[in-house]
């Protein structure tokens, strides 16, 4: 009888083995495709690149903006410029200044240079990654947003 329980409980033992590892198989096997799924599931498409505002300025007459960043990424100034009707002739002169540089002490060379009464349009910025500041020479309201493609 003592024999007989002993080799019960062996092959309960062996069953119980055998089920555990294939059991572990399987899950191992479904594990592993969910892993998979799951993996294929979190690929994240690269993000279309789009303009984004980096500094945004409007007045009238002849103003110097705050410092903003470039990151050296493509750039472009978004502008509209409306002057005088009385003088039948635009002024509107902007300059991206390096930091630390004055265009009345250290020259320059205008980015734009509007001689229209009306204008609205877009000019690309050729600058590397630095902080600069807008120097506007205006006569007449004027609004401009330095964008970066990021």
């Not at 799924?37 to 279309?48: D, L």
């Amino acid at each position: 009888m003592r024999s007989l329980k002993l080799f019960i409980v062996s092959q309960a033992v062996i069953l119980s083995t055998l089920l555990s590892s294939c059991g572990g198989a399987s899950n191992k096997e479904n594990t592993g495709s969910a892993a998979q799924e799951t993996a294929k599931e979190t690929k994240v498409e690269p993000k279309a690149k789009q303009w984004v505002d980096v500094y945004h300025f409007a007045g009238s007459g002849n103003k110097k903006s705050p410092l903003f960043e470039l990151t050296g990424g493509q750039a472009k100034i978004k502008y509209k410029y409306t002057g005088s009707k009385n003088m039948g002739i635009g002024a509107f002169v902007v300059y991206i200044v390096d930091e630390g540089t004055d265009v009345m002490k250290d020259g320059g060379i205008p980015e734009l240079n509007v001689n229209a009464t009306e204008e609205e349009s877009e000019s690309a910025l050729q600058k590397p990654a630095g902080k600069y500041y807008v120097n506007v020479m205006a006569a007449g309201k004027w609004e401009l947003t330095v964008q970066e493609e990021k």
